[in-house]
């Protein structure tokens, strides 16, 4: 079973508020990864990282930002929350090589009134 | 660029019924073909995948195998139970293009009926 860990696996808050979403893995996996999952389920990439102090953009813009410390940590920060962030957001990491194979984390769905 | 295309849903079934859900992909490369599968209010999570042409990938009775020459990846499974309603992804990863990212298809929502 993987680790990797998302929290809060549920948050509401109020439009124009700063907010971080925490991902955490335990793997030692240099890659990972944040993608975005609309009602229809499909997956956008939003950020993803190779390793320590690389972090590049994704697929689909996005006005968030993340930062990458430590190997094990990932987080996801919006400044000034609005509606149209509200989805669910998850975290995934990867080994690399030839393997590829990806963990996710549980999601965290985010509501912003 | 790399791109999967999945059936779409939503896939409704008795169980007991033989699933199948089409994948196809197209690559510049040669890459490892995946299906995840993602349970209600869960994460994604790894069904079964395989690395090279011709190779079966089988996990929990669901089995896929890698045809080169149609560009597929077809999932099955002979016999579907009401635990196996989930989305299922098919994706693709080749190390070699695309910084090693992985390309997911759309989802496919299944629902297995008593």
């Known amino acids: 079973e993987a680790d990797i860990y998302q929290t809060p696996r549920y948050l509401v808050i109020g439009t124009g508020k700063k907010i971080t979403l925490e991902c955490s893995q335990t793997?030692?996996?240099?890659?990972m990864y944040w993608y975005q999952q609309d009602p229809g389920m499909e997956l956008h990439l939003i950020h993803y990282s190779y390793g320590v102090n690389s972090t590049e953009k994704g697929d689909l813009s996005s006005e968030s930002t993340v930062s990458r410390i430590r190997t094990e940590h990932f987080p996801l920060t919006l400044e000034s929350a609005r509606p149209s962030h509200t989805s669910q957001y998850l975290c995934?990491?990867?080994?690399?090589?030839?393997?590829?194979?990806?963990?996710f984390g549980p999601g965290t769905r985010l509501l912003v009134l | 660029g790399d791109s999967v295309t999945q059936m779409e849903g939503p896939v409704t079934l008795s169980e007991e019924a033989f699933l199948t859900i089409n994948c196809t992909y197209t690559a510049t490369g040669y890459p490892s073909l995946f299906w995840y599968v993602q349970y209600p209010g869960e994460g994604l999570q790894l069904l079964l995948k395989?690395?090279?042409?011709?190779d079966k990938g089988s996990n929990k009775g669901f089995e896929a195998t890698y045809r080169k020459e149609t560009t597929s990846f077809h999932l099955e499974k002979g016999s579907v139970q009401v635990s196996d309603s989930a989305v299922y992804f098919c994706a693709l990863s080749d190390p070699n293009t695309n910084a090693g990212k992985s390309t997911f298809g759309d989802g496919t929502t299944l629902t297995v009926k008593p």
């Open positions: 995934a990491s990867s080994e690399g090589g030839n393997q590829e194979t990806q963990y």
């Open positions: 395989a690395t090279k042409a011709d």
């Open positions: 793997m030692g996996h240099d890659k």
